[in-house]
């Protein structure tokens, strides 16, 4: 079975600080590992995947997340931040290859202070 | 390139009454179908998913049901709402398994229908 750990709820930064999302994850086999944006009163988009070729991803909107093995972390990043990414982000697993069932996250809402 | 859409955009619906939400997917072909609702700060709740025509699978028990009635075409409905239904109502769809390597089946959101049940 997988699970996804998203830490912290709520997350305030600056304009033009660094973004840091975390997410965990568990799982008992090698797994996908995805970062979903959503906007007010929107369906959710697509930010990356990543789905073993490379352990750095890199999204759309300057966004991107690493994904560590041995801390079974998918973090993800974006080196300043905008006001237009105000947004809650989702974490997202599954259990690999032939798996098409996503676990989410409970979801990180984030707040960019002018 | 594929589109879902998904209708009303909001609905306000008294408690005991029916519900008919219908999600359509433009741009592709047998593809896999999810409902998911989403209530304040509880995250996405998966609440069904279709792998085909009338092949439905239901992961909460509830009073909600969903039917595929043609290959794009995806309904949830509920011949009485509880005012717990409230939420906001996602359908989404990922290609199907095709046993090619390396394949990966993110899931594509459409706008979402928000529920208010009085």
């Known amino acids: 079975a997988q699970s996804v750990t998203q830490l912290g709820s709520h997350v305030s930064v600056s304009e033009g600080a660094l973004v840091l999302l975390r997410c965990n994850y568990s799982?008992?086999?090698?797994?996908?590992l995805f970062w979903y944006v959503q906007y007010p009163n929107q369906g959710l988009q697509l930010l990356l995947k990543?789905?073993?070729?490379?352990?750095l991803v890199k999204g759309i909107n300057g966004f991107e997340a690493e994904f560590k093995k041995s801390e079974t972390s998918f973090h993800l990043t974006k080196p300043s931040a905008h006001m237009s990414d105000a947004a809650e982000y989702f974490c997202?697993?599954?259990?690999?290859?032939?798996?098409?069932?996503?676990?989410f996250g409970k979801g990180t809402k984030l707040s960019v202070i002018p | 390139s594929q589109t879902i859409h998904q209708w009303p955009a909001t609905l306000v619906q008294p408690v005991g009454s029916p519900l008919s939400l219908e999600c359509t997917v433009e741009g592709t072909s047998n593809p896999n179908l999810y409902w998911y609702r989403q209530a304040a700060g509880r995250g996405l709740q998966l609440l069904f998913y279709?792998?085909?025509?009338?092949?439905i699978s239901s992961e909460v028990p509830q009073n909600l049901s969903a039917s595929r009635p043609q290959d794009r075409q995806f309904i949830l409905s509920s011949k009485k709402l509880l005012l717990s239904d409230s939420g906001f109502y996602l359908c989404?769809?990922?290609?199907?398994?095709?046993?090619?390597?390396?394949?990966?089946?993110?899931?594509?959101f459409g706008p979402g229908t928000r529920l208010t049940v009085t």
């Open positions: 990543y789905t073993s070729a490379a352990t």
């Open positions: 279709s792998v085909g025509i009338g092949q």
């Open positions: 997202a697993v599954s259990a690999g290859a032939g798996s098409y069932q996503l676990t």
């Open positions: 799982s008992s086999v090698p797994p996908y």
């Open positions: 989404a769809w990922s290609i199907q398994e095709g046993g090619l390597a390396g394949e990966t089946y993110e899931q594509y």
